[in-house]
């Protein structure tokens, strides 16, 4: 990968990061009754009180990070759009896997050290599926 092309990727990873933040940040309250639905545990606006702790959902929180990474990679490697389906079903299993993810720290995090540690764990768990998932689809 030259320099030009390593560019090229950010400016599409960035420019629709960007893109999804403001799409995805009014959505924060929803997203949050959602998990406080899931969880049983109270929502407050866009914070979810679960025992003593308060989690504040973020468009981070609902994998837009990963979602830019699987687009810009789309965008990146020219993939055919013929495969649609295919790219929404990955879209989807990514949000669906970080709603499973923000379900879990809530639910299961008894201080900040286990969050700290389970929330590295999962975040890491993301770039790693949509890349590989993109090179599957590459063949």
């Known amino acids: 990968m030259s320099p030009g092309d390593a560019l090229t990727f950010l400016l599409y990873f960035f420019l629709i990061l960007v893109i999804l933040h403001y799409f995805f940040l009014p959505l924060a309250p929803w997203y949050a009754r959602i998990v406080s639905f899931l969880t049983g545990c109270p929502s407050y606006g866009d914070f979810v009180v679960c025992g003593y702790h308060r989690f504040q959902i973020l468009p981070e929180c609902m994998g837009i990070v990963s979602l ?6 789309l965008r990146y490697f020219q993939l055919p759009l013929r495969r649609w389906r295919v790219y929404v079903f990955g879209a989807l299993a990514l949000l669906l896997f970080n709603l499973m993810r923000v379900y879990v720290l809530v639910k299961y995090t008894s201080s900040f050290f ?3 540690i389970l929330h590295t764990l999962f975040w890491l768990v993301d770039p790693v599926a949509v890349v590989l998932y993109v090179r599957w689809l590459m063949g």
């Open 114 to 116: 286990s969050f700290d």
């Open 68 to 73: 830019s990474l699987f687009f810009a990679l």
